[in-house]
Structures are given as structure tokens and as C-alpha cells.
């Protein structure tokens, strides 16, 4: 074959007399040449997309031309070709470098793509990314693992679409300015572990989930604009955020939102509208001092777990219904919050809140206290148990401390396994449980008072007053 190769900026370029059929596979049609397939490798591993071979304008397959052909390290691409996704979309570069993982370059987008969704996903050696022509709306997982990228060039406004733009850009130092039209930012940053600043958020943005999750370097919360409702995981094991940003109120989610933040010393003010604040502050380990809570949030499973400086928690409102693990290991938490009678379940509430010397009132509308008190070992008065409870398993296992009466007003409890374990009272007199002591479904309650030192103090009283 008759071709010469041609040095142009950092790669070469097929020169004159090249015959395409050694370098693609393609298909003659009455309008355009569509290429399909490159099988050039053995000849360079660069390569070109002209303009127009055997005299029509050159269409390229985006889904199998260069995806995933590994030996490919750079590509010319004429302005003048098309592309699109086999026969469905136009204008399209969907996929067009997917899986290329050793691709260093390519000189340029054509001015009439406006989808360049996953064009480069796991191109993990590009290095200088070509500029995004303006018409450009999706760029959903267009750099997605592209971990040695530094620098990305300017978006246009017409993006809309940036959800997993550059998740594992682990390399991006820099990033552009986020256009007026772009609604979802979901994943767009995930775990750019070299990124310090975000950038402007517009306020068009709706969908903050995991948008700077893992982002470790990152030191400075970027404003939070009044369009968005998402923000689910938003910076997640950020290490280094110190500032929470202000909440806006148009936000409904934040599970998650500050979850191993461990510099994070004072929380945000939480908005009206919020529901779900399961996992918000987990692992908050300088989290001081807890927000007041909206009286919009109905679920705050885990909410400041690990929170190990958090002295006093913040009011629960009567919306909450589940408060499984709220405080969970928060060591240094001394008193504990009302409980409101909208709550239903307290599994692991207080779990290892080894400072908790009071326990809260537990409201008729309580049916798990699942391990509540576990390993309370400072706690000395053990509250009521409602007859709503049907689950108390482990509720009191290792309360060393426990004095006094417990009162058991509940009779149809399911799951008594081990609740007074190791509570090792040492002013123990005589421990019974209602149904227990009568052999209803014995097996359900089996080593309910294991480890108890019953010798003189601690009365489990059950509700008929008997005991």
C-alpha cells in the first residue's frame, strides 16, 4: 500500500494515496460513506477520519468504529465528517472511544455533534481533550474514568446533561464553568481526588447527588443554587470540607449529604422541605454541634452516627417516624432528645452512647427498640417499655449501670433475645419477664437475662404487677 505518514501537532496523519479499505471497514451508500469498523492497528496505531472517501462525505458508526479497539493511541478527525449511533441518532459520538484505554489524543470534535455521551469513558491515558463544540447537550459519562485528564476545555450552553461527566477524573485540577442550561451535576465529580475548588453552581441545576462524592482535596463547599432537590451523597468522604454550604430550601433529599466529613465541625441549618436525613452526618467525628431539624424530616435512620463529639442532640420534631442508629456511637452525647410519639422504630438508637446517663421517655407509638441502649454502660434509669413494643432484643445488653425498676408494660413482645445481658447490676435482687417466666414461646426469649447478676437490686416488672 501507498501511504506516508505526516506529522501534524503531536500524532501523524495518513498522508496522500491511502486506500481506505486497509484502514476501515466502511459501506458505499448513495449519500454517505459509512464507516463502521477501523482495522488499521497493524499499519499505525493513529489514525484519521477524512472528509469523504470514494467521493461521499464520510459518515461515522460511533458504536463500533473505535470502541474498545485497545491498540488505538490517537485520532484526526476532519470537521467535516458526521457521526451517529448506528442508525438512530445523528450527530451523535455515543460510545465513539468507549473502552479505548490507550488513547493519548484526538485533534478535534466536528462542530455538528451535539452527543458526545460516553465518548471517552476509560480512556485511561488521554491527557489533552479536545475542545466541546457549543451545540453539545449531553455529556453524560463523556470523560468517566479518564484519570490522567488535568485540564478540561470550556462547555457550551446548550449542555444539559452532566451526570457522571468526570466521575474518576482522579488527575482534574481544574474545571470549567458549569453553564446556565445544565439540570442534572449527578456523579458529575466523583472522586476527582485532585480537585480543590468546585465551581459555580447555576441555577439551573436540580440534581446534586454525588456530585463531589470523594472529592478529597476539596476544601471549599461551592454555593448551593435554589433550583436543587438532590443532594443525596453530595460530599461524601470530602475530608477536607471544613464549611458546610447554606441549604437551600428548595432541597427535599440529604441523606447522606456530609457523611465522613471529619472536619466538618459545625452543620448547616437544615431547610423546611427536607424528609430524609438518613446517613447525613454519619461519621462527623468533629461534628459538635447538631442543626435544628425541619419539621419536614420523617426518616433519620443513622443520622450522626459516629458523631463522637456531639454533646447535645438537637430537638426530633414530630414528623420522624424512624430513628434506627440516630446516635449511634456518639460516646460523648449525655443527654438524650424527647422522643416524639410519631416515631416507630428506635432500633440501635443509642447504641454505645457510652456518656448517656438518662434515657428518654419511649412513646406508645414505639414498636422496635432493637438494641436501643446497647452498651449504655453509664445509664441508671432504664425508661418505661410501652405496650407497643413487640421487639426489645439486646435493649439493655452490657448497661452495667442500670438501678431501679424496669417496667415492662408490653405483652406481646416477639423478640426478647438477650435484652438484659451482661447488664451485670450490682444491686440485683430478683429479675423476671411476664412472658418469659411463663413459657409462652420460651425458645423466642432464650437468654433473655444471660449474664445477670441478680442477687440484690434491678426488678423487671411486668404489667400485670404480679412481681
Known sequence: MSFQLLKIGTMSQLGTGVNWADIYEYNVGDTYTTIYNWIGASISTESEVPGEIKGKPVMVNSNTTFREKTALTGVNINSNSKWQYLDMLSNSMLFAFNGCFNLTFVNSIPSSVTDMASCFSYCYNLVNVPAIPSGVTNIWKTFFDCSNIVNIPSLGNSVVNMRFAFYGCSSLVNVPSIPNSVIDMGYTFYHCYDLVNAPIIPDSVTDLSYTFCGCTNLVNAPVISNSVTNMSHTFLNCIRLVNAPIIPNSVTNMSHTFQNCIRLVNAPVIPNNVANMGYTFYDCSNLVNAPVISNSVTYMGYTFQNCIRLVNAPVIPNSVTTMWATFYDCSNL??????????????????????????????????????????????????????????????????????????????????????????????????????????????????????????????????????
Open 334 to 467: 449525655i443527654n438524650a432528645p424527647v422522643i416524639p410519639n410519631s416515631v416507630t422504630t428506635m432500633g440501635f438508637t443509642f447504641y454505645g452512647c457510652s456518656n448517656l446517663v438518662n434515657a428518654p421517655v419511649i412513646p406508645n407509638s414505639v414498636t422496635t427498640i432493637w438494641a436501643t441502649f446497647y452498651y449504655c454502660s453509664n445509664l441508671v434509669n432504664a425508661p418505661v417499655i410501652p405496650n407497643s413494643v413487640t421487639h426489645m432484643g439486646f435493649t439493655f445488653y452490657g448497661c452495667s449501670n442500670l438501678e431501679g425498676n424496669i417496667i415492662v408494660q408490653a405483652t406481646d413482645v416477639a423478640n426478647f433475645t438477650e435484652t438484659f445481658y451482661e447488664t451485670n447490676a450490682s444491686k440485683a435482687k430478683i429479675v423476671k419477664c411476664w412472658k418469659y417466666e411463663n413459657g409462652v414461646d420460651s425458645a423466642t426469649y432464650n437468654g433473655a437475662m444471660n449474664n445477670w447478676d441478680g442477687k440484690n437490686g434491678v426488678t423487671v416488672i411486668s404489667i400485670d404487677g404480679n412481681y
